[in-house]
């Protein structure tokens, strides 16, 4: 909403409040200033009056002029086309520093002096209202000759462009605004006096009928115009200009001022639209469209318009002359939603306003506009009003001072709260004692309960006026689950990161296309998103990893060559089921280059992928596994195993894959999130006798897993084994199908040292087992 | 014995531990000439022997213990030029970090949870797929309001949507549960909006308190949001500015002065000091009376992590938060 300093200045006096100050006020009583402009039109321009006009001499298009400027008459070479005897200009005199650069100076145009330019309004710094030089009317009060610019308040006006919250309606109009001040600066508002003479009038009722074939909830009010000479002043042209904003002809243009000045809806038709012929009445009818809205038709059903929603353009008066029918309307706003809801339809520019609630006081606009009309043309205005009222009553809340009190945590002064309600137009006369009787008028349709009433009261006592005060709380355990799973998302982000690798986020969303390609679900078609923002981001995730191996990839053209990154975020399956996957991938080089390399790192691989993720998570096992979808490499691909349980996969990512995202070697693993443990861990006792260590290289097919051999320890291994590990493998020629595989056994007791035969003893008893179960032993 | 003080003077120009254990032996060895002098004695009379054996071993003694000196002498000098050796440029080496670092969001939702966790807040989670009801409609936003507007939503072909917000976790835990009510809910949230300053989904938090009717206050609003406002950004200043939402009444929006100008009036601020953070408001009567709560009251809170986070460590691009772009997560460490 638009609103400038002198336009407000019609409806209260403003005068002694300077902008910032109003600037302030309007934040906070809950108008949220968007944008402030000044007008700063330059020193030295000032208003003059062209005494004498003739054609230059020697230039067809230029034309000399005698320009009184009040203190002297100055004679000025303008090339504009408008200029003309008797006009009012704004006169750029000798020194005036322009808003171009330019600094007006004495000149010889093709000969001919010239001391000073008239001015348009680009020129001065104004918006574009008018072509040509601009033509100071009557509409512009107080004008002196000889007088700058700058002091004039239309000239040196403030824009201010103010954000209205949804329930604010009543302050989508120049006079709504005010209303609002008023109740802020707690001064009246101005009443815009309308001298109407209606004696001699010919009544509407000789030109218009109304019907309607039952009761609405509409308000309608009619006057009729025949138009005659009617012509947009100054003032008009420059505001219109000012909240952006054009119409194609004068009568149109004025309607709209008039609704943007007082908030009504107005609406300007041809008479002759309503006629059968030349020489009967017009016949508006109100009655129902197909999708139940309330519309404007004449009697062969053309329609004119759909109330608060839009006017045919059929029916539009677009020529300045002729008679017109001006129509002020409102129709309350949660009908038009609720309409709007069910069945959309095309909507015109003055929806906005009517669906978060136009002025309902429909004779202060109209009349507003008649007069302007008056002031404007020669136009004959016919007498009377024809209307059709609903049947409203102000809604009414009672709430006490306690009430108030307790919901503000504050006590505010009963006078005041009386003063401000009265000022914004809510009727309290019916209040007793500690109880307020408020009646709310039409125009604050979102006042409707006790807490409507303490919000207005809050918002124009200031909220900074309010002390803060702490809550009493009463102590209660409020550390529940999702606090727990909070907390343990968080250590495992910490332990992801002290690993070395990067927390990143993305969309829960992600590309169907590319989804299907590596043959992951995605959701049943009757759960899919209606609308996507974007064909990239058409549906759910299924899994983290996409999203992970898309930043890798763009992180590798962004020149990292070692890439490590984990998320912890949520994944959907296709029956659109949430559930929280926490996700690594591991991409180039183990480590940066640096001298300790020689800037030559080894390239990431299964073992040292499984021991990252090992540091995040914990022991675990792998198991063999083949990938329902195409991302991984077949044959270096795990299940991974926690407590007998499989919570995840694991596995090198697929070359063909790390061509699509032109990656290096990469890994990747996505772990059901949930079934991460959150146990809290506890010590066993350890022994203080030494520890001792002894290899066992054991031959084996290539094609026995490891799983069973580590199988076979498990259940032999004697109770001095407290842990065994496969530290190296080595196949040559000469072991054909078969490879060596290193394991490495320590071995302690809790009760004493270890003697040699205890070694011996425990490792003839896994060499027996392994001969007995796998038929495998030392080379 | 003459001979014997050249000894010293050998030791003396020693110039290795290798030259000294030669000496060494040549002075004490078996056929060294110590031995060789206290041979000597033998054909020495009475008299003379017992001279020359206390000056033999005055010189035994203090040739031995020139020795030893001039061998801790010469070997700390050794080991010297062995460290000299190993010298290293200590210039070459850099001090970059292999470690990872937490999302700055992340970091940030973390602290915000930590402020109100301290308060003894609980902290509630809920699905993203929610339905009509939780999102909207409980929340006072009926089919047809206009503020359905203000939030772009993301539907399903089951009119299922995305939630706009994380407020369905607030509705759904006053239907699981008696007043009083003490949480906050922080989550991902969605709406249809993708420019520079908006992304399909961002990080909220939401806090609410109910509590008997005429207990919970604005001005006890006020209290915590001005003190945990500070929390997170330092000493700044708070205004809080009368605003709407459906859900809340009388609603107010909270700014801090601008963290950047101070307040002086920058580009980030739009030359007004202020930087608006977070919205706020007591609990309207119609989204108790949708959970079919009576005689309560409450305040309620809502904010976005990801501008808290771009405000507190001045980060510039929103979208770069959701691209796993470790240039940006580097400087997180």
């Known amino acids: 909403m638009i609103v400038t300093r002198s336009w407000l200045n019609e409806w209260i006096d403003l005068e002694d409040i300077a902008t910032d100050t109003l600037c302030k006020t309007f934040n906070s009583i809950g108008l949220e200033v968007d944008r402030l402009l000044t007008y700063a039109v330059p020193k030295k321009i000032i208003f003059g009056k062209v005494l004498e006009c003739e054609k230059h001499p020697d230039a067809d298009k230029l034309n000399v002029c005698k320009v009184d400027i009040g203190t002297s008459i100055r004679q000025i070479v303008c090339g504009a086309s408008n200029v003309r005897e008797g006009l009012q200009v704004v006169v750029a005199t000798i020194g005036a520093q322009m808003p171009s650069g330019l600094t007006i100076k004495p000149v010889k145009l093709r000969g001919v002096e010239s001391e000073g330019m008239i001015c348009s309004a680009s020129e001065i710094g104004l918006p574009d209202f008018m072509d040509g030089i601009i033509e100071i009317d009557e509409s512009v009060q107080n004008v002196k000759l000889g007088d700058e610019v700058n002091k004039h308040p239309l000239f040196s006006d403030d824009l201010i462009e103010i954000e209205l919250t949804a329930n604010r309606g009543d302050c989508l109009s120049i006079r709504g605004v005010a209303r609002d001040l008023s109740a802020a600066f707690n001064r009246p508002l101005k009443d815009v006096v309308i001298n109407t003479n209606e004696d001699k009038r010919v009544g509407i009722g000789r030109i218009l009928n109304l019907s309607h074939d039952k009761d609405y909830h509409v308000n309608l009010r009619y006057k009729a115009v025949d138009l005659n000479n009617l012509v947009l002043p100054l003032v008009i042209k420059l505001r219109l200009s000012q909240i952006e904003e054009t119409r194609e002809s004068c009568i149109l243009a004025l309607m709209l001022y008039a609704t943007h000045s007082s908030g009504v809806i107005l609406r300007a038709y041809e008479h002759s639209f309503f006629q059968c012929d030349k020489e009967s009445m017009a016949k508006i009818d109100l009655a129902e469209c197909e999708n139940n809205f309330a519309c404007i038709y004449t009697t062969d059903k053309k329609k004119a318009s759909t109330v608060g929603i839009i006017q045919e353009d059929d029916s539009l008066a677009k020529i300045d002359t002729g008679i017109v029918l001006i129509e002020a309307s409102y129709i309350p706003p949660e009908i038009i939603s609720k309409q709007m809801q069910e069945s959309k339809i095309k909507s015109g520019p003055l929806y906005y306003k009517t669906s978060r609630g136009s002025e309902p006081e429909l004779n202060q606009g109209l009349d507003y506009c008649m007069k302007m009309i008056e002031m404007n043309s020669e136009s004959d205005i016919y007498g009377g009003v024809i209307e059709l009222c609903d049947n409203y009553e102000n809604s009414i809340v009672t709430i006490s001072k306690d009430e108030i009190d307790a919901i503000i945590g504050f006590s505010v002064d009963k006078s005041e709260i009386t003063k401000l309600l009265k000022n914004l137009g809510f009727d309290t006369s019916k209040s007793q004692g500690d109880s307020y009787v408020i009646s709310v008028p039409r125009y604050r349709h979102d006042i409707k309960n006790k807490q409507d009433i303490v919000e207005e009261i809050v918002r124009l006592v200031g909220i900074d006026n309010i002390p803060s005060k702490p809550f009493e709380l009463k102590e209660e355990n409020r550390l529940e689950d999702d606090y727990f799973w909070y907390k343990k998302r968080k250590t495992y982000r910490h332990k992801a990161a002290n690993s070395g690798f990067f927390e990143s986020l993305h969309f829960v969303f992600d590309e169907k296309k590319v989804l299907d390609s590596y043959g992951f679900e995605i959701l049943v078609s009757q759960k899919e998103l209606l609308n996507p923002i974007v064909n990239t981001l058409d549906t759910l995730r299924p899994t983290l990893l996409t999203g992970m191996l898309k930043a890798a990839s763009a992180n590798a053209k962004n020149g990292y060559s070692s890439i490590k990154l984990f998320e912890i975020g949520s994944v959907f399956d296709k029956e659109r089921t949430e559930s929280v996957k926490m996700s690594m991938l591991f991409s180039g080089f183990q480590t940066k280059y640096s001298l300790a390399n020689s800037g030559k790192p080894a390239k990431i691989d299964f073992a040292y992928f499984v021991q990252k993720v090992t540091d995040i998570i914990g022991s675990f096992e792998l198991e063999a596994f083949e990938t329902s979808h195409s991302l991984s490499h077949k044959y270096q691909c795990a299940n991974v195993i926690l407590n007998g349980e499989v919570i995840g996969e694991l596995f090198r990512v697929h070359p063909n894959v790390e061509t699509d995202y032109d990656l290096d070697t990469t890994f990747l693993c996505e772990l059901s999130f949930d079934k991460l443990s959150t146990e809290l861990k506890t010590a066993v006792k350890t022994s203080k006798y030494q520890t001792s260590q002894r290899d066992l290289s054991i031959i084996m097919p290539k094609s026995m897993k490891y799983s069973s051999v580590k199988s076979v320890i498990e259940t032999a291994k004697t109770n001095e084994i407290i842990a065994f590990d496969a530290v190296d493998m080595y196949s040559d020629e000469s072991l054909g199908d078969a490879m060596s595989l290193t394991i490495r056994f320590t071995l302690q007791r809790d009760d004493r040292t270890l003697e040699e035969e205890d070694i011996t003893s425990s490792m003839e008893t896994v060499l027996e087992a392994l001969k007995s179960k796998l038929e495998i032993g030392l080379r | ?333």
């Not at chain 2, 949507?161 to 991902?188: D, E, N, Y």
């Not at chain 2, 009251?297 to 904010?303: E, Q, T, V």
């Open chain 2, 1 to 333: 014995m003459r001979l014997l003080k050249e000894w010293y003077d050998a030791i003396n120009n020693a110039t290795n531990v290798d030259a000294i254990e030669e000496i060494r032996i040549s002075i004490f060895g078996k056929k060294g000439v110590l031995a060789t002098e206290f041979a000597k004695m033998k054909t020495a009379s009475n008299e003379d022997k017992s001279k020359i054996a206390k000056e033999l071993n005055t010189h035994k003694s203090a040739l031995m213990n020139e020795l030893s000196v001039k061998k801790t002498e010469l070997q700390t000098q050794e080991l010297e030029l062995a460290m000299q050796a190993e010298g290293l440029d200590v210039s070459l080496y850099s001090t970059s970090s292999e470690a990872g670092a937490l999302h700055p969001v992340m970091e940030t939702m973390d602290r915000i949870v930590e402020y109100f966790a301290a308060l003894n807040f609980a902290v509630k989670t809920g699905g993203m797929v929610e339905d009509d009801f939780n999102n909207f409609e409980a929340l006072n936003l009926p089919k047809y309001h206009p503020a359905r507007d203000m939030q772009d939503t993301f539907y399903f072909k089951d009119e299922m949507l995305l939630r706009t917000h994380t407020s369905p976790v607030q509705i759904r835990t006053m239907m699981a549960q008696k007043p009083p009510i003490r949480m906050i809910a922080p989550g991902a949230v969605f709406r249809r909006d993708y420019d520079i300053t908006h992304t399909p989904m961002f990080h909220q938090i939401e806090g609410l308190l109910v509590d008997e009717k005429g207990k919970v206050s604005f001005a006890n609003l006020k209290f915590i949001l001005e003190d945990f406002l500070k929390f997170m950004f330092g000493e700044v200043e708070v205004r809080f500015r009368p605003s709407f939402f459906p859900f809340t009444e009388p609603s107010a929006e909270a700014d801090i002065s601008c963290v950047f100008c101070k307040g002086d009036g920058c580009r980030v601020c739009s030359h007004t000091g202020w930087l608006e953070v977070l919205g706020c408001g007591i609990v309207d009567p119609n989204v108790f009376e949708a959970v079919k709560y009576e005689n309560v009251s409450g305040y309620a809170f809502g904010l976005g992590v990801e501008r808290f986070a771009m405000l507190i460590h001045q980060i510039g691009d929103l979208r770069s938060l959701f691209e796993g772009d470790i240039k940006l997560l580097e400087q997180f460490r």
